[in-house]
């Protein structure tokens, strides 16, 4: 099993920059890929962005250009640098991980708010 845990959320201002991270423990030699998604008020989650283990990736087109995902194996954890916030950003954001033949629990998520 993988446990997630997100952190780095908070409160910006329109126009400024975040950084999640999401630390994995467990089995993580058997993780294929993790992903960001996001959850605001209201709405369904939606997929954020995603890095395989050979470090391939792929972003909703509503975060292309400002947001980066990345990974540190070192410190099992995955980062999303996220730039030029916007005020539709603002969500609760969760990662999750996925091997061949499994999906991890969703972690509590972080709180991201970015005012106008």
């Known amino acids: 099993q993988v446990q997630l845990v997100e952190s780095g959320g908070g409160v910006v201002q329109a126009g400024g920059s975040l950084r999640l991270s999401c630390a994995a423990s467990g089995s993580i030699f058997s993780i294929n890929r993790m992903a960001w998604y996001r959850q605001a008020p209201g709405k369904q989650r939606e997929f954020v962005a995603a890095?395989?283990?050979?470090?391939?990736?792929n972003y909703a087109d509503s975060v292309k250009g400002r947001f980066t995902i990345s990974r540190n194996n070192a410190k099992n954890t995955v980062y999303l640098q996220m730039n030029s916030l916007k005020p539709e950003d603002t969500s609760v954001y969760y990662c999750?991980?996925?091997?061949?033949?499994?999906?991890?629990?969703w972690g509590q998520g972080t709180q991201v708010t970015v005012s106008s």
């Open positions: 890095i395989t283990s050979g470090s391939s990736t």
């Open positions: 999750r991980a996925y091997g061949s033949s499994w999906t991890s629990a």
